[in-house]
């Protein structure tokens, strides 16, 4: 992979989730009702960072959680014959409650019904919303996230990676190159 661009640093990706913070904040009329959820690996600290942001605007704490959904990925059958299942865990109950789901980049929608199917074998939520720090196009299924950091157009040839420190010690998002010299 050849790095191509860097599309955020660390400032602009903070901005971006202050701005997603208050978004849900608004959308939800308060946080009485939301809890957060990120989807594992880099959702996970975007989560932790949007529960910090509506700290600091609302002065109210967010039940925040996270999710493994490789056992709800509708590729499973490519991944073994007989593939191992695991029901999700989370510290609070999803019934009736405004869930709002963490991730890091959409693409082709997957990740995200996969988390959906996760959180529905855990109860009924009155709602889900989509969070996501990057939208970079080319879904394959009807999906679209309801809070968008930045909306960055890619060719499928392309990938955007998120870097956060708590996995690369570094913080910023990078368009890459896959295509073979």
Do not use: W
Request: glycine share 6%; with cysteine.
């Amino acid at each position: 992979m050849k790095l191509k661009a860097q599309l955020m640093d660390e400032a602009a990706l903070g901005r971006a989730l202050m701005r997603i913070s208050h978004e849900i904040i608004e959308r939800n009329r308060g946080v009485e009702n939301v809890v957060l959820v990120g989807v594992r690996r880099r959702g996970e600290p975007i989560a932790q960072r949007i529960r910090g942001n509506i700290h600091k605007i609302e002065d109210k704490s967010v039940p925040c959680g996270s999710l493994d959904i490789r056992y709800y990925r509708d590729d499973l059958s490519r991944l073994s014959e007989l593939p191992e299942t695991a029901s999700p865990v989370l510290p609070f109950e999803v019934t009736d409650r405004d869930v709002v789901l963490c991730d890091d980049v959409i693409y082709t929608g997957r990740t995200a019904r996969a988390a959906i199917e996760a959180i529905f074998s855990l109860g009924r939520p009155r709602s889900i919303q989509l969070a996501v720090l990057i939208d970079r196009g080319h879904r394959e299924l009807p999906i679209r996230p309801d809070f968008v950091g930045k909306n960055i157009p890619t060719s499928r040839s392309e990938l955007v990676e998120v870097r956060l420190p708590e996995f690369d010690g570094e913080t910023g998002v990078y368009l890459m190159d896959l295509a073979q010299e």
